[in-house]
């Protein structure tokens, strides 16, 4: 089983979103100082990794990563509509001994807002990949 979600970006970027509280634990452990991580605006979403270093990575890659992020959140869940996401450096994450498992502070972030229908055409998308793989 793989160890975390995985998606590659248009350009050919491997994006990782976590699984669960302990699994966001793992994926911020091997995150590099460079590259982009997101998650939502809300609490409830995996964090996602873009594996590139950020001079690497384009709007475009993050806007794939995003819409892969917010459309596995309890944001998106429970309202269906359009899904803020945060998005930053790794080396703008930080961790108190106070925080529960997969909590995590962040120092700065920039956003982007994923719209519905953004969210509903990349999971149309996945469905398609799915019923064509087997």
């Known amino acids: ?3 975390f979600r995985e998606i590659t970006t248009s350009s050919g970027k491997k994006v990782l979103g976590g699984k669960s509280a302990e699994n966001n634990e793992e994926l911020i452990a091997q995150v590099k100082p460079n590259e982009y991580v997101l998650h939502t ?8 990794n ?5 001079s690497r990575v384009r709007k475009k890659d993050i806007k794939e990563a995003a819409i892969f992020c917010a459309a596995k959140s309890r944001d998106w869940r429970d ?7 945060h998005y930053f450096l790794g080396q703008d ?3 108190t001994k106070t925080m529960k498992p997969g909590t995590f502070g962040v120092k700065k972030h920039e956003e982007i807002k994923i719209k519905k229908q953004e969210i509903e055409d990349f999971l149309k998308k996945i ?8």
Do not use: C, R
């Open 1 to 3: 089983m793989p160890k």
């Open 41 to 48: 605006a809300k609490p409830g979403s995996p964090f996602v």
């Open 50 to 54: 873009i594996k590139a270093p950020k």
């Open 79 to 85: 309202n269906k509509g359009d899904v803020m996401v």
């Open 93 to 95: 994450i930080y961790k």
């Open 127 to 134: 469905k398609s990949e799915e019923t064509k793989n087997g």
